[in-house]
């Protein structure tokens, strides 16, 4: 079966360019979280859906990020613009929720940005 | 607010000998489960192996396996017999029961097997 998709793997690109990052999640999970890594902060929950519903934003620094899912299957992070403080790696996860579910995280292999 | 603490930036261990990774937790609630998640040099979140707080317990899986000591809220990671694969970051992580999966994670544990 296949795992969570990122898109892209690598991405570098220059202070105040728009970057969008995609996430396809795990066929038949209903809830999807965008987490980022720095060296400094450790993992970070950004935001994260159930049922294509945004649930807890309350981890979005700031107005320049934003969060989609317009279906089940598809998910994107949009930085506009861009800082070179946002580098990081940005990681999508998805898992099953259900009353009682132990929980547990899928992640995919996270998109690593550098913004210059 | 839930919180999570790795006390070990890093640790270093022989292959073949047993080594521990600790982890405490702060919360108020009562139903919740705990994890391990491992991340290798290719940077993919591995789960390693969770526990749930209502079950007393201690959750194994092959050489890992945990110490959960509810009271104290502790959470460390026995890894025995460490093999060269073992060398990873090691994330704690938390989640109460209700919160949708919404796990919070420790700063985590860089761990280097020696040959």
């Known amino acids: 079966d296949a795992g969570v998709i990122q898109s892209p793997r690598h991405e570098v690109t220059e202070m105040g360019q728009e970057v969008t990052l995609r996430c396809k999640p795990i066929s038949g999970h209903n809830s999807l979280f965008w987490y980022r890594q720095t060296m400094m902060r450790g993992l970070e929950l950004l935001i994260y859906?159930?049922?294509?519903?945004?649930?807890?934003d309350s981890g979005m620094p700031e107005d320049r990020f934003s969060a989609k899912m317009p279906n089940a299957s598809f998910s994107t992070l949009k930085i506009q613009p861009s800082e070179p403080r946002d580098s990081a790696v940005y990681f999508c996860?998805?898992?099953?929720?259900?009353?009682?579910?132990?929980?547990?995280?899928?992640f995919g292999e996270g998109s690593r940005l550098t913004v210059l | 607010a839930q919180t999570v603490t790795q006390s070990q930036p890093e640790m270093s261990v022989q292959e073949a000998e047993t080594v521990t990774l600790s982890c405490t937790y702060d919360?108020?609630?009562?139903?919740?489960?705990l994890f391990w998640y491992k991340q290798p040099p290719s940077r993919q979140m591995i789960l390693v192996i969770r526990?749930?707080?209502?079950?007393?317990q201690n959750a194994t899986e092959n050489r890992f396996s945990v110490n959960f000591q509810k009271a104290a809220k502790s959470f460390s990671l026995k890894i025995s017999d460490s093999q060269l694969g073992d060398t990873a970051m090691y994330f704690c992580?938390?989640?109460?029961?209700?919160?949708?999966?919404?796990?919070?994670f420790g700063a985590g544990t860089i761990l280097r097997v020696k040959s």
């Open positions: 996860a998805s898992s099953f929720r259900l009353a009682g579910n132990t929980g547990e995280l899928f």
């Open positions: 859906f159930n049922n294509n519903v945004p649930i807890d």
């Open positions: 526990q749930e707080a209502y079950k007393q």
């Open positions: 992580a938390f989640t109460p029961r209700e919160y949708g999966n919404k796990l919070v």
């Open positions: 919360t108020s609630e009562n139903n919740y489960y």
